[in-house]
């Protein structure tokens, strides 16, 4: 009997388990998984409403082909201009949050405020306010017009890259303003690192400088690649995107096959970020041994 017990204590918990796990299953099952295979499917047929039905025509890879090879111009005269953006704006997100992070950890008066006043573009500005923002021409630093800075670029730089490098600059004040959640990040992680570390380094004799490339930077490695991996999945659904802007289109095969390719070119990110990632933690923990 009291076998009996035990495994009926286990069966109930396992109930309640799902129960409490259950909203998000149906959850994710009805607004995640269903939508991701429906645009799948529909990524393979020519998609035609009409006033009684919605008509599938079967195409194979048609879509793909077009996208890909046949019209390339819809795919690549923007993705690759926005990839250079990206791998531009990365670098100055991480560095400016980690920086920020850094001074809100120290004590001085008012420090709750500004940590605040850094966190409150996340809570209060939506993508489309940010969107307006930008096609005002908002977020620019005027020191760089004022020098003709664009103009140095246009000349001396290949237009490869000047135009990437323009845009960045005329939403600078913007891409620092929305790098609250790297902040919060890295300011967690900060407050991780043992305090009697630091003391140990000071009575070493060791300055500031010192500390923060053999204490600070390497404990928060984990958190300088989860906010990596958070910056390119939210540069890849900014505002400014040009290839979301082309997904919402009624052609709804070509935009389900656009949409998975795009998918795909964010997944190979992802993954260059966790094997990137794997890498350097493998070489940190080996010197740590």
Known sequence: MRGKG??????Q????????IAPWVFGFLAFVAFPLGYSLYMSFFQVRITVHSVVYTFLGFQNYKEILIANGSLLYED??????????????ILVFSLLVAILLNMRFPGRTLFRVIFFLPVIFSSGQIVQEFINQGEGSLTVLQSLNIDGY???YVPAGWAD?????????????????????????????????????????????????????????????FLNLMYTVV???????????????????????????????????????????YSRVDKALSGARR
Not at 6 to 11: D, E, G, I, K, S
Not at 238 to 265: D, E, H, R
Request: hydrophobic share 50%; proline share 6%; no cysteine.
């Open 234 to 276: 939210d540069l890849f659904t900014f505002p400014s995107n040009p290839i979301v802007s082309k997904v919402n289109t009624t052609n709804y095969g070509s935009s389900s096959a656009l949409a998975w390719i795009y998918f795909t070119i964010i997944l190979l990110f992802v993954g260059l970020t966790l094997l990137l």
């Open 153 to 155: 670029l246009r000349d």
């Open 79 to 92: 993705l690759i201009p926005f990839l250079k953006q990206a791998l531009m704006m990365i670098p100055i």
């Open 164 to 224: 990437p490098i323009t845009t960045v600059m005329s939403s600078f004040v913007l891409v620092l303003w929305y790098s609250g959640v790297q902040i919060l990040i890295f300011l967690a992680g900060r407050q991780t690192l043992s305090a009697s570390m630091y003391e140990a380094s000071r009575i070493d004799g060791s300055g500031p400088w010192n500390t923060f490339w053999k204490i600070t930077l390497p404990g928060l490695v984990p958190y300088i």
């Open 13 to 20: 918990r396992k109930i309640e388990g799902s129960l409490f």
């Open 6 to 11: 035990r495994l009926h204590a286990a069966t």
